[in-house]
């Protein structure tokens, strides 16, 4: 898990684990801001390059807590990366910005 190899498959275990805690009301055992820590050391850990945690921070998190400005400015952000910038997650990368624009498209119906 995130405890024995935080950097394996580009963050994984965080980034599952940041998308369910961030995800889920707190009535339902979810912690918006524990989501919120464990995608952003995810994609701090990858330098910003595996896009998806972008993605899910402002798809999951910003929007469980209502915040269209960092939604809107995660999203630029991955709009504006190259899916090239991890070779070897170039697919990844260019679905994370796929989702990205499409999420962008129906941020009125978000927020």
């Given at each position: 898990g995130a405890e024995l190899?935080?950097?394996y498959y580009y963050c994984g275990a965080r980034?599952?684990?940041g998308a369910i805690m961030?995800?889920?009301p707190r009535l339902l055992g979810g912690d918006p801001l524990r989501g919120r820590r464990e995608l952003e050391r995810?994609?701090?850990l990858t330098f910003g390059r595996f896009l998806l945690?972008?993605?899910l921070l402002a798809r999951v998190y910003a929007?469980?807590?209502g915040d269209r400005a960092l939604f809107e400015r995660l999203l630029r952000e991955v709009v504006a990366t190259d899916a090239s910038v991890?070779?070897?997650?170039r697919l990844?990368?260019?679905i994370a910005r796929r989702r990205a624009q499409r999420y962008l498209a129906v941020a009125d119906e978000l927020f």
């Open positions: 190899d935080e950097h980034m599952g684990l961030g995800g889920r995810a994609s701090a945690h972008k993605v929007v469980a807590v991890l070779p070897e997650q990844a990368n260019a």
